[in-house]
């Protein structure tokens, strides 16, 4: 609502209305930091050596050694490819999981026009990527040792599909770098790929407007 | 008067306390430590200007020493309640009896904010839907919204 707030409309004042009136009725909701470990599927590194070489991911040289309990990173990933119907933008949700901790989340307007679904769900992996590596830089630096690679859950399948592809064919630049950035991390092991249905995706609470009984199930497991 | 406090608070952490501070957020101090089975694992004292969170097995002995250099008022140095803003308490899963997380809300600031809007609803008469179940009407495009323009 805040990017209408330069010249607001009637409508969009009773929409903030709105959102208080769900606010006063959900005001006890909490974050739990559950240091419980996830359920993740382990699955096996792709041999992408022919595409990437032996690409591995940097561990900073300066960093401290790691001490203390490990954890594992689960990343949520979802678009809503032209979810605003003036200038067709998509919209980008990542939510990130140290164990079962929600840790770090974006819900975002894109900042181009994409014209494929695929092309919004990749810009949404390529912003998630930049997240978990900053993530994942900074808790090294604090110390905490990493397990394994990051769970990246997304919807669309085409995005996972074509992970067992490194060659297929794109023809848009952008989308081929982002394409490239991406799947170079999973070769390095920084990520690992997986779909989630949109049932029980969590970012899609980021990306669309859902139901009650929808939104208390997905809420209902980061909100307590 | 800020960047002094800074150096000065960087200052008793590095020197008096050997803390190092992190490099990927200056907020962030931690220096190795044994747990008391033996186990190695860092400390951690998070600090926000005035807000410090100690993160140890034993904290009270880090903000003993803190002490000593700062006026900590009494009641803040025990198990933190609020920090930044946001509650601070504990939550038991129904499946998990016995073993506690830690858990983070704003329940006060959301009270506060929903009476600030119910008084001003209510200057106009007015008072807020009930039965709500999602923070924007399903099928509401704000972008599309051609209703009149804020007076």
Not at chain 1, 14 to 31: G, N, P, Q, T
Request: glycine share 4%; with cysteine.
């Amino acid at each position: 609502m805040a990017a209408f707030a330069a010249s607001p409309r009637k409508g969009h004042l009773e929409a903030v209305y709105h959102i208080f009136a769900y606010l006063k009725r959900h005001d006890r909701s909490r974050l739990v930091f559950d240091a419980s470990r996830p359920n993740n599927v382990e699955q096996s590194l792709p041999d992408w050596t022919d595409f990437y070489k032996d690409v591995k991911e940097q561990i900073p040289k300066d960093s401290p050694e790691p001490l203390g309990k490990s954890v594992e990173m689960t990343a949520y990933i979802d678009s809503n490819h032209a979810g605003d119907k003036v200038t067709w933008r998509s919209h980008t949700g990542v939510l990130i999981f140290l164990n079962r901790s929600p840790i770090l989340w974006q819900s975002k307007k894109q900042s181009s026009i994409k014209t494929s679904s695929f092309g919004s769900e990749f810009s949404v992996m390529k912003t998630g990527m930049e997240l978990i590596e900053g993530l994942r830089y900074k808790l090294r630096m604090m110390g905490v040792p990493i397990d394994g690679p990051c769970h990246v859950k997304a919807y669309d399948l085409s995005v996972v599909r074509n992970s067992s592809q490194p060659q297929s064919t794109l023809k848009k630049k952008s989308n081929l770098i982002a394409f490239h950035y991406v799947w170079e991390r999973a070769a390095a092991w920084i990520i690992s790929v997986q779909c989630e249905p949109t049932d029980t995706n969590l970012a899609d609470m980021l990306t669309n407007i859902q139901l009650g009984c929808k939104r208390l199930q997905l809420a209902g497991r980061i909100l307590f | 008067m800020a960047s002094s406090w800074r150096s000065f608070l960087a200052q008793v952490l590095a020197e008096d306390l050997n803390f190092t501070m992190c490099r990927a957020d200056n907020d962030i101090w931690f220096k190795p430590a044994k747990k008391a089975n033996g186990t190695s694992y860092y400390i951690y004292v998070l600090v926000c200007t005035d807000d410090i969170l100690c993160v140890a097995e034993n904290p009270k002995a880090i903000l003993d020493k803190l002490d000593q250099h700062f006026l900590l008022k009494p009641e803040s140095r025990g198990k933190p309640k609020v920090y930044l803003g946001a509650e601070i308490g504990t939550y038991v899963f129904e499946k998990q009896p016995g073993k506690s997380y830690w858990c983070m809300g704003s329940q006060a600031y959301i009270k506060e904010s929903v009476k600030n809007d119910e008084t001003h609803l209510q200057k106009q008469h007015r008072e807020l839907k009930s039965k709500v179940s999602s923070p924007l009407p399903i099928n509401y495009s704000p972008e599309l919204d051609a209703t009149p323009l804020c007076d």
